[in-house]
C-alpha cells in the first residue's frame, strides 16, 4: 500500500522542451554550457554535426553543464539532450 507521502507518487520530472533549454554562448568558440530545467535530473548531452553524426556525448549530473568544442570544425551543431525518456534538440553555432 503507497501513501500520498511515498516518493515514487508525489516524484515530478521535468518535460524537456527546445525553449526549456539554455545553451550559451552560442555562437560558440571552445565552450558551450547547458542549463538543463530544475527536475531534469541526469541527462544524457550529445552534439551531432550537420549530418547527424554524434561528435561528442557526455552525462549531466547537474542543472549546468560545460561541453568541450575543441576541435570542432566551424559550423552548425545540434545539441540533443536526453532525460527521463524525453528528448529537446538545440542548434549551436560554432566559430
Known sequence: M????????????????PESIGLFPNPAHGRATVQLPAGAGPAALTVLDALGRPVRTQIATASKADLDLTGLAPGLYA????AGGTTATRRLVVE
Open 2 to 17: 503507497a501513501s500520498i507521502a511515498d516518493p515514487t507518487l508525489t516524484a515530478t520530472t521535468a518535460v524537456l522542451r
Open 79 to 82: 545539441v540533443r539532450v536526453q
